[in-house]
């Protein structure tokens, strides 16, 4: 079977679906932004996510991944070197001056969001804020690719030449993916590629596009709890992510609040700007 063969497309009712898990999933990040303050554990920020999944009735894919251990949590809290797949911990106090990144899933109906940010805890280094925004920018640069007739080449080439242009480094061992009924599915968008080349983009297909940058190299590893993914030189590092449908309209990004709004944004994106930037193309 070709690869293009095991992408699902979803259907109306299905992208209805996922648009209710993303804005549990907008919820669940924005109260885990609001406990990323000074003196605060990773796992109360983990837990602030928790609280919004219970009330809502909802589960994490994240939960019970295989690995070292299963991973303990409904979201990755992975701060300042880590990258990505951080586990909260009570051991973990924020302090001033960290950025955290928090990656959220939410599985509601047995459909999946996944979205991510990077925020600053208290006062941040300005060299801190350029690689969030650059990140932050990045996502919205693969997101406007994603359209009908374009390919993933496309949306991962966007995302290399704004955040390399920059002179920041994205890895190359972690991808975005497409989305569904699991969390990851067919096929895969690394954060690198050739534009024209990879999957040609049609209605219904949906990815969770994910720029992971790094400001000093592109090599990371895994740290002894078998789950973090640190940079391998130990700078700073930042992850943003949205879950996003391709429609014949556009693309329609399902990860955010119910007032069209990013959950959180550094760059000050709002839903009324992210709609006119989508409806301008490019
Ligand atoms: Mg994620
Ligand atoms: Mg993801």
Redesign the pocket.
Same mark, same amino acid.
Request: charged share 45%; no cysteine.
């Given at each position: 079977m070709s690869w293009d063969r095991q992408i699902s497309i979803k259907s109306k009712d299905e992208l209805n679906l996922m648009r209710d898990a993303g804005i549990i999933n907008a919820e669940a990040l924005k109260a885990a932004a609001e406990a990323c303050v000074p003196g605060a554990t990773t796992y109360d920020v983990n837990a602030a996510a928790e609280e919004v999944h219970h009330r809502y009735g909802v589960t994490s894919p994240f939960r019970g991944v295989p690995g070292p251990i299963p991973f303990p949590a409904n979201t990755c809290t992975s701060v300042n070197h880590i990258l990505v797949h951080g586990i909260p911990s009570k051991k973990h106090v924020l302090k001033e001056g960290d950025i955290i990144s928090v990656?959220c899933g939410t599985t509601l109906k047995g459909y999946v969001a996944?979205s991510a940010f990077t925020i600053g805890v208290g006062k941040i280094s300005d060299a801190a804020r350029k690689l969030l925004e650059v990140t932050e920018n990045s996502l919205y640069e693969g997101i406007q690719r994603m359209r009908v007739g374009y390919h993933t080449g496309d949306v991962s080439a966007a995302i290399q030449a704004y955040a390399e242009g920059r002179g920041y480094f994205l890895t190359k061992q972690y991808t975005?993916?497409g989305?569904g009924r699991k969390?990851w599915e067919a096929p895969q968008v690394p954060n690198y590629g050739i534009a024209g080349q990879g999957v040609r983009l049609k209605a219904g297909i949906v990815i969770?596009i /994910?720029p992971m940058v790094l400001i000093g190299t592109e090599k990371t590893k895994v740290l002894s709890d078998g789950w973090a993914v640190a940079a391998a030189d130990n700078s700073l590092t930042a992850h943003y /992510?949205h879950t996003i449908a391709v429609t014949e309209d556009g693309p329609r990004v399902l990860t955010l609040l119910s007032d069209g709004n990013p959950p959180v944004s550094v760059i000050g994106m709002s839903g009324d700007r992210l709609s006119q930037e989508l409806a301008k193309g490019l």
């Open positions: 990656d996944d975005g993916h989305v969390m969770a /994910e /992510e």
